[in-house]
């Protein structure tokens, strides 16, 4: 049943890909409500599978790497609706849906919805992994928002100004955006880490050391405009490329922790 | 009755034609000549037009004292509403989903409602043709993309910056072009217009003129570390701005993106600054080339701006029918 929700939010992302892709092909770049609407349908379904799932397990559904994924992919969408109208940003829509629907169906194909065996509930646990999720979250936003940004300087540069290129939003505005995102995850991150020592539970040290990186990374990201004069266009590639390894890290904790017989 | 359209315009006249036919005011004198029960003028720069409503055929050569037969069109019944939609669309513009015309329109029917010319047959008509407008402007690219110089630099400087407003903008040398396209920005909200020419009195008069501030010449390349904006426009033979000239000034700024328009030939600006990061050169060439596709985008949409008149000449055309019209 709960995948059931799972597979009709996908289902919505992929006519949110769908139409985005029609859309282009008809130089016709005002996505607006439909998308919108298409994507805020799924976050609904999600929704549903999360609490349903939640209270099968009887806790937050974060305890294999398939609810891992689902998770994530509801964090993605959350932040989209709370940032993508408030900046503007609502082409990134556009860039979201494929990503989500990515995620979802690789979630949903793959053999990993193996149940495990957990210990009994544990808030700081439970608040240490969402607020890492939620993080993860901000930084695959901060990541779509990156690729917005290269786009539209890349066109800037070459002066090849494609009809997407209208409906783009300015790039002062794409970074602003990017730092805010950046600033977000960074702050839920740093609480989940910081949350993470207080669940009374032993730590695995590669499980530390793997977080400890993305978060110093991302804080060089942070910072590195006044440490290393990082452009805008730095920070936007920098973006991509930690999300893209948060996101193996994120993969290569849930694998080790599954090895442990509780987290 | 008859609903009809006569007139000429940039398709069948040239400016002096229409200059010739030009008039202002209403078409009330003219209805009360012709006998017709209403009567609307519409006089632009790129056409002259009387749209009448008579009880009885009214010849062209009434409405107008036609000495070029050529120049003129006439449109009748569900013609003429299909002629009006068009033109209030913006698909009969020299500028193809310019939309000034509609504003015009928006402007001889309210002439034409104070003086009495305008009746029901006429109300009935331009509602729709302000409907019409709307629903092309919105539901095709009709309007998007700047057509001519300065509006592509403004639209662009809104693509890197977003808000103008806090931006600064240094207008190197005092052509028409870089006037033009300094107004431009002044007109998005820009208040921090900088000018600099060879000759200070010059500077002067277009800094006051587009209500900017003169700097020194000797200097100008200094004022790269501040503004965003750089427009170039002088009659040097040779660039004064090079890549080796503006990379140091750019260490300072490395996370403000800077916008130059070269709108010099030849070239003030030479091509290789446009690999500095933070740059984004366009010369004249460029800017040209933007406005073309632009172009070339709107006039794509015009068949999706005509299937939506069709509908509405349709459904118009039946009501017209219905009245007896």
Known sequence: ?263 | MNLFCVGLSHHTANVETRERYARNGTASPLREKIGCTEALLLSTCNRVEVYGVCERPVESRAVFEIDDAAAFYRYESEECVQHLFRVASGLDSMVVGETEVLGQVKQAYEAARNSGGAGPFLHRLFQRAFRVAKQVRTQTEITRGAVSIGSVAVELAGKIFGELRERKVLVVGAGDTSERTARALASRGVSDLRVTNRSSERAETLAMSVGGRAVDFAHWEEQCREVDILISSTAADAPLLTREKLAPLLRERWDRPLFIIDIAVPRDVAPDVNELEGVYLYDIDSLQSIADQSLAQRREQIAAGEEIIAQHVAEFGGWLRGSRL
Request: charged share 10%; with cysteine.
């Open chain 1, 1 to 263: 049943m709960d995948r059931q929700f799972l597979i009709l939010a996908t289902a919505c992302f992929l006519v949110a890909v769908v139409r985005t892709l029609l859309a282009f092909r008809a130089r016709d770049f005002r996505l607006g409500r439909f998308n919108f609407f298409a994507i805020a349908l799924g976050f609904v379904f999600q929704t549903a599978f999360l609490a349903v799932r939640g209270h099968q397990v009887g806790r937050c559904p974060i305890t294999n790497l398939f609810e891992v994924f689902a998770f994530l992919a509801w964090s993605i969408v959350l932040i989209y609706m709370l940032v993508g109208p408030a900046y503007r940003l609502s082409l990134m829509g556009a860039f979201t849906a494929p990503l989500v629907f990515v995620i979802q169906i690789f979630a949903l194909l793959a053999p990993i919805d193996v149940p495990h065996q957990t210990s009994a509930a544990n808030p700081w646990l439970e608040f240490h992994a969402s607020m890492g999720m939620i993080a993860y979250g901000a930084f695959a936003l901060a990541c779509v928002a990156g690729l917005m940004y290269l786009v539209q300087e890349r066109q800037l540069k070459t002066r090849h100004l494609h009809s997407i290129f209208q409906h783009l939003p300015p790039l002062t505005d794409l970074h602003a955006a990017i730092m805010r995102l950046l600033w977000l995850g960074f702050v839920l991150y740093t609480a989940g880490l910081i949350s993470g020592f207080f669940t009374g539970q032993p730590l695995p040290r590669i499980k530390i050391i793997c977080a400890v990186i993305v978060w110093i990374f991302y804080a060089v990201i942070l910072q590195g405009r006044y440490l290393f004069r990082l452009t805008p266009k730095h920070v936007a590639a920098l973006c991509v490329v930690a999300f893209t390894a948060a996101v193996s890290v994120l993969w290569g904790i849930t694998f080790v922790s599954q090895q442990l017989p509780s987290s």
